[in-house]
């Protein structure tokens, strides 16, 4: 569909083959005479980098022969949270194809087919909003911007007057961002009084931060995705890294066949990259967490642990050996159907190896027991002593480009920016004189119990932001029927969704590459988007609908552009600190970024001291 091969220009160099075999690890090119490509091609794109003579090249839909002379715009992918390197070449208005550079990350000349061939065809469909839509009489009819803004300030105000903050509430979104959530979280904080904000998959995400941050003192990635692959043990958690996440499953594959590192997965259904992992464990869902803590049991009970790292850096060895009293890893294994040799062999490696990368796919912790693994992982990798070093590491893969971000702009029911827990007394006065209001110090209401009350006719009042739940979410009736119930909705969105049918107010926003923005990746790395298409006449970008609402609620509020709103993120995201504007310029930084630690790994300095165990119950 997207790759053409002519084997009359092909010269046998065979870079092709070689590329799709060790590189890449889709076994897609047969090379006998000439390179033939089989059903097992992913459409990843690197085969054409790599063609010297063009017998490999990408169709264009052009209208006529090149060669083309484009403007190039650096941006990055926004279809997984991994945000790989992208260059957009453009000729005119019209975007032609999409290619990497090999020496940036995310990625470093490497993307899967959704980055490569998927990425902007949405901005051209005719079915984008091209005004504001308000409610009258039942139908929704377009309207100008001043008219449906201070529809959405007014409303706003009377909902709280008549029944109080905890009547409303916003829903932000992962994929939005970092300017947009801190804007919308803003609103309802310091204007509305209220902390109901959260995004569809916040709670899955929330679990990983909390987990971390009670562990490590930092709720993020401990070091960056080119790492992952180097690590001698790579321990894979999870069903959806080749989904959500393919250049990591790429890495995957490529670590075990092209590096010669060993990848153990563990999932609860057949995985793809299980062909390449010694062994692949099948674990149901509900037994991760004891299978997890099976391992730290037997490492514990083998004294395999890394003696002089726990003395010198955690605390809570001992009430955690406790806690496992009721851990039996032998009817672990049994239940599992392991091998107890088996077991064991693998605590051994993760206990020896030069170095282990912990990884897990997001599907990992969309329980409740989600926070309580990541504790099980923080857990196992302080005993493995795999912190404060390249390589090692805890990597969670977000399957949302803004997922990192979101939770750092305080898109959380129970934290404000910075993960600073709302309830905490210093935090709360510090935005409070920060923003100028008085901020509520209870957490607010999660994504789920926003819907809940939806149906029960307590929120009145809801902000949905670029998501539409009905369409993506589980129990799509019940939302459904939660967002009929609400007496006053606004949807923000380039489309007309199914909730923004439900909607008195659709706001319309620009796309990706129409908007400048910052995002922050799976590995906290935050990275600059640049407008590169022109956007058509109507939308506006998200930070700036938010921040002429803002406007309408706060005559104080004044932001000029979307640099402007960042600024003021980094003057309240302690670690966003050394994150200027103009240093995101090449590919973007991992925060924290210091004269003294630009690696992008998080060292133990970055980490709480001392490391702090989880208790297993
Ligand atoms: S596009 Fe990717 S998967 Fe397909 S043949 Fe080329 S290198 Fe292999
Ligand atoms: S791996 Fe993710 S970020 Fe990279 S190109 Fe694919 S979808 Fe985009």
Same mark, same amino acid.
């Given at each position: ?47 054409? *980098? ?64 959704? @980055? ?13 909003? $091209? ?35 905890? !009547? ?26 209220? /902390? ?22 930092? &709720? ?12 001698? +043990? ?15 499953? %790429?890495?995957?594959?490529? #670590?075990?066949?092209?590096? &010669?590192?060993?990848?153990?997965? +563990? ?39 890394? $003696?002089?790292? +726990? ?42 190896? !030069? ?23 923080? /857990? ?72 809940? !009350? ?16 009905? #369409? ?9 029927? @939660?967002? $009929?119930? +609400? ?38 790395? %935050? ?9 058509? *006449? ?19 509020? !004044? ?45 133990? *300095? ?7 165990? #989880?208790?297993?119950?």
């Amino acid at each position: 569909q997207f790759i053409a091969l002519d084997t009359n220009k092909c010269i046998r160099c065979r870079q092709c083959y070689e590329a799709c075999t060790y590189f890449q690890c889709s076994d897609a090119i047969d090379f006998e005479d000439t390179p033939n490509l089989n059903t097992n091609c992913v459409s990843c794109g690197l085969c054409l *980098d790599l063609c010297p003579t063009g017998a490999l090249e990408e169709r264009i839909s052009a209208g006529k022969p090149g060669p083309f002379h484009y403007e190039q715009v650096k941006t990055f992918c926004p279809h997984c949270g991994c945000g790989c390197n992208l260059v957009l070449n453009i000729k005119g208005d019209k975007l032609f194809t999409v290619t990497t550079r090999t020496t940036a990350a995310p990625g470093y000349g490497h993307t899967c087919r959704q @980055g490569r061939f998927d990425s902007f065809d949405y901005l051209s469909s005719p079915k984008r909003l $091209k005004a504001p839509l308000l409610k009258k009489d039942g139908k929704l009819v377009e309207a100008s911007w001043d008219e449906a803004l201070e529809r959405v300030a007014t409303e706003f105000k009377r909902l709280h007057q008549e029944h109080g903050p905890s !009547s409303l509430a916003a829903i932000g979104s992962p994929r939005a961002t970092n300017e947009a959530n801190y804007l919308l979280q803003k609103i309802f904080r310091a204007q509305l009084g209220c /902390n109901n904000l959260d995004y569809p998959a916040g709670q899955s995400h929330r679990a990983t931060l909390t987990g971390l941050a009670k562990t490590l003192g930092t &709720g993020a990635m401990t070091s960056s995705l080119s790492e992952i692959e180097k690590a001698e +043990v790579i321990f894979a958690l999870g069903n959806l890294i080749e989904e959500n996440n393919p250049i990591v499953a %790429t890495a995957l594959r490529r #670590a075990n066949r092209t590096l &010669g590192n060993r990848l153990i997965t +563990v999932s609860s259904t057949e995985v793809e990259l299980g062909r390449f992992a010694e062994p692949a464990f099948i674990i149901p869902k509900e037994n991760k967490l004891d299978f997890l803590q099976s391992l730290i049991k037997l490492l514990l009970e083998l004294n395999l642990y890394d $003696k002089d790292f +726990v003395a010198a850096n955690t605390n809570g060895i001992e009430t955690l050996e406790k806690s496992l009293a009721q851990v039996d890893h032998l009817e672990t294994v049994a239940r599992a159907d392991i091998l107890p040799s088996t077991f064991e062999e693998i605590v051994r490696a993760l206990a020896t190896a !030069s170095s282990v990368a912990f990884v897990y796919s997001e599907d990992l912790t969309a329980d409740a027991n989600g926070a309580r693994k990541v504790e099980a992982i923080a /857990n196992l990798a302080m005993l493995t002593g795999r912190l404060g070093q390249p390589q090692s590491g805890i990597y969670p893969l977000y399957r949302h480009i803004n997922a990192q971000g979101a939770m750092d702009m305080g898109m959380s029911p129970s934290c404000y920016p910075g993960h600073v827990s709302v309830s905490d007394l210093q935090g709360n006065d510090r935005f409070s004189n920060v923003w100028s209001g008085q901020l509520p110090d209870s957490p607010g209401f999660s994504y789920r119990e926003t819907i809940e !009350s939806a149906h029960q006719k307590k929120v009145k009042g809801l902000f949905l932001m670029g998501e539409n739940p009905i #369409a993506t979410e589980p129990e799509r009736e019940k939302i459904q029927e @939660g967002l $009929k119930q +609400v007496e006053f909705l606004v949807v923000q969105d380039m489309f007309l969704t199914q909730s923004g049918e439900l909607a008195d107010v659709v706001l319309p926003s620009t796309g990706f590459t129409e908007q400048e923005g910052t995002l922050t990746n799976t590995e906290r790395r %935050t990275q600059k988007l640049r407008p590169a298409l022109t956007a058509p *006449d109507g939308p506006l970008p998200d930070w700036r609908i938010l921040a002429d609402l803002l406007n309408r609620l706060d005559t104080g509020a !004044s932001y000029t552009d979307a640099q402007s709103v960042y600024q003021e993120i980094i003057t309240v995201v302690p670690f966003y600190e050394g994150l200027t504007y103009d240093r995101l310029e090449e590919g973007g930084l991992q925060w924290p970024y210091t004269e003294k630690n630009s690696s992008g790994m998080l060292t133990l *300095d970055d980490l709480k001291k001392p490391l702090e165990f #989880a208790v297993a119950d």
